[in-house]
């Protein structure tokens, strides 16, 4: 039986580190068990701004990988400043107030310049390559994945011209992400970005969203349909790994500016002063990059001796991290907007087997998931009773060495039960 093959368009690959790279990675591994052939179209010469070259080793070398090159402003922008276009580019955007008139002017040219990101260059020339090559391999069925959301542009010109069927894949929603309102976008900008998501929602065969509130804004611009496939987990290689003999809170991942939950780092602050034992063997570890602002607050709180700033790890480096820990921190912005974002290492942290601390917005899916799994707490940032409570439960269960979660249902997050999922939509 001939494999049914798909085209899927996507900025992030191996070598491209972060968490934008793990939902394709993985769905590209399972779906030749479900008789699809994926066929992958990647940037040739991409300026990721993170790396990892472990994650190469995880890519078949059964599956087609095609590439195109691509023009991006960001290299240009490193010759201005070339620390400001590295966070910009990883969405770390400094308060207005910090801001220096470099970052300002590059913000603007950055959200007024390049709609819908910095990667339109690569739609006009993806566009005339992929013309052929669909043709030539009789492809019926292409994917696109965002953001950068001009990679859907390049599935919305593909649709016009050979009347393909098109699924669009939205990682994060478009016009109501975090950042989306630092960019200092003129109103003729908004009303370009609003036209694009409403021409991708409304010519899409099928559109795929990672959580129930992105499909709810959604439906509101288009009646196509609509599924969640949420991120999720993967098995994971057997890894020899200490605990930390220390009391361990680790945030994985990137903490922007306005990732900065004020109410942790006071009750950090008071548990220390209020018992000598807990200051001796507290621990917050920072695995990735940390905004100065997060930074600043912590050392307003007499917290900076505690902290263990790693930066950037691998993510073989990362599942280590999370198996040692004693506890996981999850952190997001708190803002209606954030409620639809479930970080893709949400679920790797649910079958590390530590306890998850989350903070975040009212009624948010990242709620919903930790408490139907029972992998640990949520919290608003106006919570400062009982994230001090939880947080001395936990504390007086690592000193019994009694100190773990115990998860319910979490089959349904495996990566090849999700790919399931989409192959029936396929």
């Known amino acids: 039986m001939n494999k049914k093959k798909v085209l899927i368009l996507t900025y992030y690959w191996p070598p491209a580190g972060g968490p934008g790279v793990q939902r394709w990675l993985k769905f590209v591994k399972y779906l030749p068990e479900f008789d699809i052939e994926p066929i992958v179209f990647v940037p040739e010469n991409p300026n990721y701004p993170l790396v990892d070259e472990s994650l190469a080793s995880e890519v078949s070398e059964d599956i087609t990988v095609i590439n195109h090159r691509i023009n991006e402003p960001y290299r240009w922008a490193g010759f201005l400043s070339k620390s400001s276009s590295k966070t910009i580019s990883k969405g770390i955007i ?42 030539k391999e009789h492809i019926e069925t292409i994917i696109t994945t965002g953001p950068p959301h001009s990679v859907h542009l390049i599935g919305f010109k593909l649709k016009e011209k050979l009347n393909i069927k098109w699924l669009a894949d939205f990682r994060d929603p478009w016009t109501t992400i975090g950042y989306h309102k630092k960019l200092k976008l003129t109103s003729a900008s908004k009303a370009k970005h609003k036209l694009l998501e409403r021409q991708v929602l409304n010519n899409a065969d099928q559109v795929v969203v990672t ?116 506890i996981l921190l999850l952190i997001e912005i708190d ?46 940032y106006s919570d400062y009773d009982s994230l001090k409570r939880i947080i001395l439960e936990h504390y007086k269960a690592f000193k019994n060495n009694t100190l773990q979660s115990y998860p319910i249902g979490l089959q349904k997050y495996h990566r090849k039960a999700l790919t399931k999922s989409l192959a029936k939509l396929l």
């Open 94 to 135: 400094s308060d207005e107030k910090e801001q220096s008139f470099i970052e300002k002017a590059m913000l603007f040219v950055r959200g007024n310049f390049f709609i819908p990101d910095a990667r339109i260059g690569w739609v006009k020339p993806s566009v005339s390559f992929l013309l052929d090559y669909i043709q």
């Open 211 to 326: 959580s129930s509130v992105t499909k709810k804004e959604f439906q509101s611009i288009t009646n196509k349909p609509i599924e969640v496939i949420t991120n999720g987990y993967d098995d994971a290689d057997s890894i020899d790994f200490k605990m930390d003999s220390k009391f361990s809170l680790s945030h994985i991942g990137s903490l922007l500016s306005k990732r900065n939950p004020e109410v942790l780092w006071r009750v950090l602050k008071d548990l220390m002063e209020e018992q000598t034992e807990f200051s001796n063997d507290f621990q917050l570890n920072f695995v990735g990059s940390v905004s100065d602002h997060v930074l600043k607050s912590i050392k307003n709180n007499n917290l900076s001796n505690c902290v263990n700033e790693v930066g950037y790890v691998s993510h073989n480096e990362a599942i280590v991290f999370q198996k040692k820990s004693q």
């Open 335 to 380: 803002s209606e907007d954030t409620r639809s974002i479930i970080p893709g290492k949400l679920f790797e942290y649910m079958v590390s087997n530590r306890p998850i601390l989350a903070i975040g917005p009212e009624s948010s899916d990242v709620e919903k998931i930790i408490k139907e799994t029972n992998t640990g707490h949520y919290f608003n």
